[in-house]
T-cell receptor
């Protein structure tokens, strides 16, 4: 059965810290991996990764995919309180499977 | 802990039929559950907020009679797509919030359900 596992489930850091969120998957017919940020009414799309080893970057956020080891990481550097949210990972394989999310809390 | 399941994972149905999707919180009680629908370009849209024991709150533009939501217990919410049509084909995802959760960023997401209407 296809599955997407995110870790940690919850994370509390202080402003300025760097965090790494993990997403591992076991799916057939992998097409892409997506990261979302959920803080308001609906998750906001962050990145889509299709190739191994190519880092995607947007400001303080970056993400990379390892298709051999079947995981992706989302890095956030110099965290701010506004980064507090749930970060969702999803895998597209002719279908979609979401992880449960990592709840990040950034304290002042 | 904090596992949310959805059933079925995928469903194919004929146009005009109704389809029920279940969302369960497996190891915690969820007073509030949310239903989302995925649109092109990866965006997820909140459809409705489901509160145990009361009527769901639908977002603007979501047809209440089309998408029936029932949150009959603290661990189960169901979304029924009535008289489904091909344009209802989409990926539906639910999430659940434990009691006392006060914001949208205190949810646990289910894996999703792919609906295909022929």
């Amino acid at each position: 059965e296809d599955k997407v596992v995110q870790s940690p489930l919850s994370l509390v850091v202080h402003e300025g810290d760097t965090v790494t969120l993990n997403c591992s998957y076991e799916v057939t017919n992998f097409r892409s991996l997506l990261w979302y940020k959920q803080e308001k009414k609906a998750p906001t799309f962050l990145f889509m990764l299709t190739s191994s080893g190519i880092e995607k970057k947007s400001g303080r956020l970056s993400s990379i995919l390892d298709k051999k080891e079947l995981f992706s990481i989302l890095n956030i550097t110099a965290t701010q309180t506004g980064d507090s949210a749930i970060y969702l990972c999803a895998v597209n394989n002719n279908d979609m499977r979401f992880g449960a999310g990592t709840r990040l809390t950034v304290k002042p | 802990g904090a596992v949310v399941s959805q059933h079925p994972s995928w469903v194919i149905c004929k146009s005009g039929t109704s389809v029920k999707i279940e969302c369960r919180s497996l190891d915690f009680q969820a007073t509030t559950m949310f239903w989302y629908r995925q649109f092109p370009k990866q965006s997820l849209m909140l459809m409705a907020t489901s509160n145990e024991g009361s009527k769901a709150t639908y977002e603007q533009g979501v047809e209440k009679d089309k998408f029936l939501i029932n949150h009959a217990s603290l661990t189960l919410s169901t979304l029924t797509v009535t008289s489904a049509h091909p344009e209802d084909s989409s990926f539906y995802i639910c999430s659940a919030s434990p009691p006392g959760a006060g914001s949208y960023n205190e949810q646990f997401f289910g894996p999703g359900t792919r609906l295909t209407v022929l």
